[in-house]
């Protein structure tokens, strides 16, 4: 079993810059792939990135593609969410997750662990 939790949430004009970090207690951590999720409000949760669990890999929504860019250093049990550009949609609660899969997968049902997310909000 894992706990996640998430910090580096909060205010930012749009054309900003945050780093969200997911921090995973346990030793088995680089056993699990590890994908970001974004929640706004009345919306389902959708995928944002993931990562495989040695970082070779990565995978990213459309959405985010080429402004966010997801690492880990398995050996500080941390998974990073570098997000630039920003824009006002990007407004929502950040999850991050962990998953026994294999593959990178952008379904939250394939998921095993949550965090309790971060707020980000984006003004214009």
């Known amino acids: 079993q894992v706990q996640l939790v998430e910090s580096g949430g909060g205010l930012v004009q749009a054309g900003g810059s945050l780093r969200l970090s997911c921090a995973a207690s346990g030793r088995t951590f680089s056993s699990y792939v590890m994908g970001w999720f974004r929640q706004a409000p009345g919306k389902e949760r959708d995928f944002v990135a993931a990562i495989s669990r040695s970082a070779i890999t990565t995978y990213y929504a459309d959405s985010v593609k080429g402004r966010f860019t997801i690492s880990r250093d398995n050996a500080k049990n941390t998974v990073y969410l570098q997000m630039n550009s920003l824009k006002p949609e990007d407004t929502a609660v950040y999850y991050c997750?962990?998953?026994?899969?294999?593959?990178?997968?952008?379904?939250?049902?394939?998921?095993?662990?949550w965090g309790q997310g971060t707020q980000v909000t984006v003004s214009s």
């Open positions: 997750a962990a998953s026994y899969e294999i593959r990178l997968a952008s379904s939250p049902r394939e998921y095993d662990y």
